[in-house]
Each structure stands twice: as structure tokens, then as C-alpha cells.
């Protein structure tokens, strides 16, 4: 089993994890054994933290939960040739400065007796001094061995040491729920990874990439760590009660479970996206209807979903400023997802009707599907990390490719997935993780895709 799983079972999102995590255990026996877990492995907080974590963040329900307490952390790669020792300073200087104006960066997650939720127990900005920085910093860590061109199976494998630990194991721990690493590639001193691994029980992937941003060169931010706690019905409501419980239904858990172990193995396609025939793209589908524009996502997502076929299409919604005061500043998990059907992602301008006229959202035209239905028919998810990232800046260095290795093992994929991403700059990527087509059925379906992204690391078949 630990094979089959491995390090990195989280896509992208929480979808993916919210179904499959649901359906490889009783949640409520979980929660159990997760709070018997806690208790057992307690320790002295004030023997951790030389007594410096003195600020509790309650977190939210929702990741007070089995569910984000089994998902894997939020990890990904960035590739630059340069001198690393220079590269060393910079990063430990920067994330020095992150960590300042964020110090539940350095925080830990407890559970304790004067509230419901876990929380986020961290010092505050002036406690931060070198030392701690450094309990964040991994450098040039023994046995770690990386390059921009080792097949991505393997490079997953090879990271699953830099990442923090699994939520569940992060609960009354020693450990920090932030890990920087920098080391030198395999056989190529000139070049460098650096690898930013943070807790998916404190950070969705806006919050992450808030972070990697500023650890980047762009401006340090002070991000918002206490949390709305009236978020989850809201985000309910925006998403829709039966839709949200559809993520956690028998048919969605046992489809998973289905296409986990008697599904194809998956393989990895990975393609820059042509700028200029997304601009075509873009012109034509406004020209086609009254919205005032659709987006490279709607373009992409639609796409994709048409050539799998998908009766439903799973898509991570960032709910940042959809949501009444729930804005860009605000750090965690405010994140949920849309389940569409072929009558909403059949068109770019059907997605973005959707997408202008909610919240309340409503993705699909037909009811979500029944058990029968919902066990056989296929389903996939795709998310758009793109919007969030920007080019990571070292000086001196060049950023050579930025991965995420936080996915699952190719044996271990559920359904078909896919993954818009920023894989070197200003560049466009689209990653697709597919068990059932073949690299010329998208490419064919797909004109906006262009050259081959990686040809060493991503599947070339």
C-alpha cells in the first residue's frame, strides 16, 4: 500500500483527497483515532518552542478535520542555474524577512483542551530570530538527489523527503508546518532546486503561492492568519449543499476507489500553451455570444473536459473576493470546487456564464449523477495554479522549470486530471495526468498546446 500511495498523494487541490480520503476510511473512525493520535503523542509545546510559540490561531472546521489531516502538504520545485551559495543567502535572507511579517509560517499545530478546532500555535514577529529561520531551511540536505531532467516518477520519489510531514502527523509535534530546501542537482553543480514544502491543513494553493511569490523576489506581505470562522456555510452556499455533499457521496467514493486499483496506470503529458491561438481562441468565443470575455482557464477547461468526455468535471474555485470578506489578504483554506457537466463546460462561454452569474454557482445542467451513474461514469479535475504564480527571481540565477511534486504515483491516479501551471516564467503549461487517452488524442483536440514541456522528465509516449 505504501507503494501504491507514496509520497504525494494530494493533486492539486483538496478534491481529489476529499474523495479518495473519504472512501479509504470511515471519516468519523478517523477523526477518533486522529484525537487519540494527538493525545498519545503530546508534548511539552514550551520544550519545542524554547517558549516563543505563544500566539493560537483557531483554525477552521474544515481543517480541523480527518480530511485535510490526511492530506499530504503543498510541495513544488523550481529549477535555476547559478552559484547556490549565493542562491543560499538570498533565500535564507528573504524567507527571514516572509517569515517576519508571517510568523505563523513558523508555527505548529496543536490541539488543546480550551477549543474544538485544531490551532496554529506560533511566536510572534519578534520572536523570529536566525535560529528559527534555520529550523525552517534545509541546505544541501545528505541523500537528496535532483535534476531538471529526471523522469517525474522518479523526481516525485526523490522530493518526498523535502516535505513537511502529513497533516496527521504535524498534530502535537515538534514539527513546523514549513520547510524550505535548496540543493544542488545531481551531477550539475551550475544548477540548483528550490523546494518549498508547506502544510495543506493551514494553506490552499492561493495561500501557497502567496508565499513562493514573496520567497521569488516579489513584495514580502503581511497575509491575514485568523480565520473566518462563518466561512464554511457560506462557501455551502455559494457552491451548493448537494454539490458539496456530493464530493463525500458512496458513488464519488467508490469511483475513486475504482479507478485507483482497477484503473490503467496513468501517464504524464505535459505541453506549452501557444499564446497567439489562445488569443484566437479568446476573440472567437467572445464573438459568439454576449460575455464579455472568457479566460485562457475557460478555454483550457473546456477543452480538456470535451476530449475526456467526463459526465462530470471537478474544478477548484478559488473563492477569494466571491466571497463578502474573504479577500486575497486572508491565509488558508478558502477554496472549494465546481462540479460541471457537459452543458456547462461543453463551451468557454457557458463556463464563464456560470463564473459571472454566481455566487450561488450553478455548474451543471442535468442533477448529479445517482449511485449507478456516479460508480460508472467518468469524472476528472482539473485546476488552475497559473493565476496565482508568478516568475521566481534569484539574482544572478536563471529559472530553468518549476514543478509540483505533490502529486500521486502514476499507479495511484483516480481519474482523469489536469493541471494549468506556470512551468518556466511568463510561460503558459497545461500538465494532463491521463489513464485512458493518449498524448495524440489531446494534441489533436487541443491546438492551443504547442512544444513539449520537460521531454526527459514527462512521459514521452
Known amino acids: 500500500m505504501d507503494d501504491r500511495w507514496g509520497a504525494g498523494w494530494q493533486f492539486s487541490g483538496s478534491s481529489v483527497v476529499y474523495a479518495a480520503g473519504a472512501g479509504l476510511g470511515v471519516l468519523s473512525a478517523a477523526g477518533l483515532i486522529w484525537r487519540a493520535y494527538a493525545r498519545q503523542n503530546s508534548k511539552s509545546i514550551e520544550e519545542w518552542s524554547r ?11 474544515l481543517e480541523s478535520t480527518a480530511l485535510l ?33 508571517n510568523p505563523w509560517l513558523a508555527g505548529r499545530i496543536v490541539r488543546r483542551p480550551d477549543h474544538p478546532n485544531l490551532q496554529l500555535l506560533h511566536p510572534t514577529a519578534a520572536d523570529i530570530d536566525g535560529q528559527l529561520v534555520d529550523e525552517l531551511l534545509s541546505i544541501q540536505p545528505t541523500g537528496l538527489h535532483i535534476s531538471p531532467s529526471l523522469p517525474y516518477e522518479q523526481l516525485l520519489k526523490a522530493c518526498a523527503p523535502t516535505q513537511v510531514p502529513v497533516g496527521l502527523r504535524l498534530v502535537n509535534r515538534k514539527y513546523r508546518i514549513a520547510k524550505v530546501t535548496v540543493v544542488s542537482c545531481s551531477g550539475d553543480p551550475e544548477k540548483f532546486g528550490v523546494l518549498l514544502s508547506l502544510s495543506h491543513i493551514v494553506a490552499d494553493g492561493f495561500t501557497y503561492y502567496r508565499i513562493l511569490n514573496m520567497l521569488g523576489g516579489a513584495p514580502v506581505e503581511s497575509l491575514i492568519a485568523e480565520r473566518l470562522m462563518d466561512f464554511h ?22 469511483n475513486c476507489i475504482a479507478g485507483v486499483f482497477l484503473g490503467r496506470r496513468a501517464r504524464v503529458y505535459a505541453h506549452y500553451v501557444d499564446p497567439v491561438k489562445v488569443g484566437a481562441a479568446k476573440a472567437a468565443a467572445k464573438s459568439d455570444a454576449g460575455v464579455p470575455f472568457v479566460s485562457t482557464n475557460d478555454i483550457v477547461t473546456s477543452a480538456w473536459s470535451n476530449v475526456c468526455g467526463l459526465r462530470l468535471a471537478m474544478m477548484a474555485i478559488n473563492l477569494r473576493d466571491r466571497i463578502t470578506g474573504v479577500t486575497d489578504r486572508h491565509a488558508g483554506n478558502y477554496e472549494s470546487l465546481l462540479w460541471m457537466d457537459e452543458g456547462v463546460y461543453g463551451s468557454p462561454v457557458s463556463m464563464r456564464e456560470v463564473l459571472l452569474a454566481g455566487p450561488p454557482y450553478t455548474a451543471h ?7 449507478w451513474e456516479g460508480l460508472t461514469r467518468s469524472q476528472g479535475q482539473i485546476t488552475n495554479w497559473a493565476s496565482f504564480s508568478e516568475p521566481l527571481a534569484l539574482d544572478n540565477c536563471t529559472e530553468l522549470f518549476h514543478f509540483p511534486v505533490n502529486l500521486p504515483p502514476l499507479s495511484a491516479v483516480p481519474f482523469e486530471c489536469c493541471l494549468i501551471w506556470r512551468p518556466c516564467g511568463e510561460k503558459l503549461g497545461v500538465m494532463v495526468i491521463s489513464k485512458n487517452y493518449t498524448r495524440r488524442d489531446f494534441l489533436d483536440a487541443m491546438p492551443l498546446l504547442e512544444d513539449e514541456i520537460a521531454p526527459a522528465v514527462f512521459d514521452t509516449t
Open 51 to 61: 517558549g516563543k510559540d505563544t500566539v493560537a490561531v483557531p483554525l477552521l472546521p
Open 233 to 254: 456555510p457560506r462557501m455551502e452556499a455559494a457552491v451548493g449543499k448537494a454539490d458539496w455533499a456530493y464530493t463525500f457521496s458512496p458513488q464519488m467514493v467508490l
Open 365 to 371: 445542467t442535468r442533477p448529479l449523477p445517482g449511485f
Open 69 to 101: 489531516g490526511q492530506e499530504q502538504p503543498i510541495t513544488t520545485v523550481t529549477f535555476f542555474s547559478g552559484d547556490v551559495q549565493e542562491a543560499v543567502e538570498q533565500v535564507r535572507s528573504r524567507l527571514k524577512l516572509i517569515t517576519v511579517a
